[in-house]
Every structure is written in C-alpha cells, then in structure tokens.
C-alpha cells in the first residue's frame, strides 16, 4: 500500500513540472543582457514557472537561455 502512495505521489508531481512546459512553434529571438540576439526556430520550450528557454541551435545541440541571462524574449514577429 505504501508503495502505491508513493508511486502515485511522485506521477502527481511529475506531472505538475510538465505542465509548467510551453512549447513554441514558431521563430523567437532572445535579446541577451549582454546586447547579444539569438534567434531560435528549432524545438523551443519555455518553462512557464522559471522563464528558462530550452531549443536546439544551427547544428541541432540542445541549448538554454535562463531567466537571469535575458533581457526579452519576442517571439512571431
């Protein structure tokens, strides 16, 4: 019985992290703090809770931007 309540507990919380994930499907820029742009078209997330940026660059590598690292992030324009 334990096991099941632990069990059940943790698919509730995982759960929860996959919703705090939006996926983005069109082109987004990220303006740096550091004046620098990255433009993004491939496989962007966002988690909604901690504002980082998951996408894949030019060469297909996964990448993230975190919240404190940028200034905006525009996307569709």
Known sequence: ??????????????????????????TCTVLLKDGTTIEMSQDIRQNTRTGTITYRDGEGRLKSVFKEDYETFDCGS
Not at 1 to 26: P, R, V
């Open 1 to 26: 019985m334990k096991k099941i309540f632990f069990a059940s507990i943790l698919i509730l919380g995982l759960g929860s992290c996959i919703s705090d994930i939006e996926e983005i499907s069109e």
